[in-house]
């Protein structure tokens, strides 16, 4: 029933930045909240940012705190990854994902998104 789709993925280099789209459908994102993954080959799943849509709380991982801004469209049914600064450890593969409420484990989300790549490299 609940359908994610992630976009805005792609190839940049160090300094730039670059704005992923989480649009949800199915279901209205006013009272489920948000969180963005990332996993890169070889390596843990890891999240990365999260926001509530109850009370507009949002969270971010201590490693992209002052770089990434996770913000939301009401009107588009849409969350947005702002990423500034990207550096080339940011590269990985971003998903998006939904539960009730926002939690760093991966494992407590049950609806995820098909994925975007974004790669930092010069």
């Known amino acids: 029933q609940v359908q994610l789709v992630e976009s805005g993925g792609g190839l940049v280099q160090p300094g730039e930045s670059l704005r992923l789209s989480c649009a949800a459908s199915r279901f209205t994102l006013d009272y489920y909240a948000i969180g963005w993954f990332r996993q890169a080959p070889g390596k843990e799943r890891e999240g990365v940012s999260c926001i509530s849509r109850s009370d507009g709380s949002t969270y971010y991982v201590d490693s992209v705190k002052g770089r990434f801004t996770i913000s939301r469209d009401n009107a588009k049914n849409t969350v947005y990854l702002h990423m500034n600064s990207l550096k080339p450890e940011d590269t990985a593969v971003y998903y998006c994902?939904?539960?009730?409420?926002?939690?760093?484990?991966?494992?407590?989300?049950?609806?995820w998104g098909q994925g975007t790549q974004v790669t930092v490299s010069s």
């Open positions: 994902a939904t539960r009730r409420t926002c939690n760093r484990d991966p494992s407590q989300y049950p609806h």
